[in-house]
């Protein structure tokens, strides 16, 4: 489906117009994040979330959930939690279709690279990294286009996505 | 780097090469922004031009993954590799002399210098730089390759020299010139044949020809054993397919091969324990307290339901276990594919595969587990599985590919179930 899908537009701002609909008629209920920009948070990797917006996600659990499930339909590939008996960074995830890797710069030892290798070399390459630890909030990484089956960051060793990644209570989802 | 300072010349102005890092060779080489987590666009041509086959770097140092920072952005182009390389050779060779070198130029696999375009644009920014900042010109050159039309012989005092190949771009930088490139000047060839011709000629001959073999096979080692080490398995297969379509080749890759052998024992199979998780029908598979576990055998032939099974492949400490588990529901190779392929989770005495069935095993329904066992993990795509999971255990078309791995060192364990 295209990005700018005309029916799927419809659709999403049906679906605002409905949520806004009952605040109205709910004095005093909190404002929601709406679903649309949930939607383009999830699939767009264009698409920023404003201050507003995370705050209002941030504070609505059911948000979150409806965000989980966005991100894991249809995703290129989901990567749950790694089992409580694992200890120590994780420095490598696989599942059927991807492998990501963790491996330190040796010429910055302040900055890590991440690995995206897919199994599947006639695959449409996922967009985005989103990783979540111990049910917290999603954090998102654009990721860089792909050179046959393989793309590469470099990130910050001491960033939020680099700490989560490297957490085995992390789940990652690939879209 | 001390010593020589290398600048490429881009359109917009020379960018510095600011530093060249080996970096594991399991990343791809990268070309960043001043020291910043910015990878540069580019690096995917970087990560070509650095690492074997076909790229020059590895050739010259040996090490397949560096990361190079630059001072400002090139976002195209192949321009950039005279001067990388040049910052290479330099680091190579200890940092080089103190000496300044804008260069601009594509190299190719035989190291000549090929044209590119844009030369007079970049010549007249480097121009406009220099007018700004300066740089002493009698330890600074200018390269770009040669048929780059009319060039100034100079820019604010700096020599501009057209170059053909690494060799001569070698000698203006004031490096040493690499074994294997060509002679930076053909009259020194002139000047010493006749000279050499009292010491006699079969036995130099005859050791440059043993050096040059040792030097063509141990290049051909190192990289296959670099492919080895890394895992990547199927690329080394491959590459050794292709040395063995000519005489020679097949020589060293059957050495290679034999070695290979010799180096590294078979890997020791693992022992699997398996267990199936039943209930009295399907809806009980919710509840665990309502399962009961059984012990793996190759056939079941009870009327229970089947909600999970759980198999554990365990090895000794030094070993890698890794593989599939593949469930057939209308029997095994019966359909295109299986229903589901798990590789299983990794745990330190070994790997387990945990399968809960959406859909529940009716009669017929088979499983297949196959553990390849070997001194490394296996990275990249890996074409045996097919067989491996599909093919009868003791039909041809699993022992093929069971003989595709063996021939490396890895040892395939096999494990059939199926509902009666």
Redesign the interface.
Known sequence: MPADDPVRELALAALDADAQARRLLEPGAASRIAFSVLYRYAVDPGFELGRADARKLAADPAAQADLDRLLRDNAFAYMPR??A?ASGSVERR???VA?L?L??????PG?I?L?V?L?D?GAIPPRQLFARTDGGPWLRVVL??F?GT?A?????ADSDIATALADPKTEVCLR | MSGMTVHILTTEGPVAIQ?I????N???S?I?LD?L???L?I??HY?AFVRRPAGVIERMTGHGAY?M?VSARIDEGRSWQLAAFLAHAARQQGGGQDVTVFATGEVDRDLAVRRVEHVEQKLQALTRHLAEFGVAPERAVIMVPEGSGTVPEQIAGIPVCAVADIGAALALAELAPLASAPAKDPREEKIDAPRRRNVPFTLLIGAALIAAALFWVSGDFARWSALMQQGRLLELEQDLARAETDGFGQLRAGAYLKWLGLSASDAPAPALQGALYTAADAAQCTEPSAQVKRPLHPVYKDADSICRVEVRAIGDAATVHIGRLAYWPTGLGNADRPSR???G?Q?TSGRTWVLAFDEKPQPGAALRLVVISGAVDI???QPWYQDLLSAPLSGPAFDAAKARLQRFGFTVTALDWRRE
């Open positions: 790694q089992a008996a696989e599942t059927d492998i890797t491996t330190p710069s040796k010429a910055d900055q690279y690995g290798e199994l070399s860089p286009a050179s393989r590469q960051l470099l990130l910050a | 530093r890092t080996e970096e594991d399991a990343v791809q990268v960043c020291g987590t910015q990878i666009p690096s995917p990560e990361r920072d392929v798990m590789r989770s745990e990275n990249g795509p």
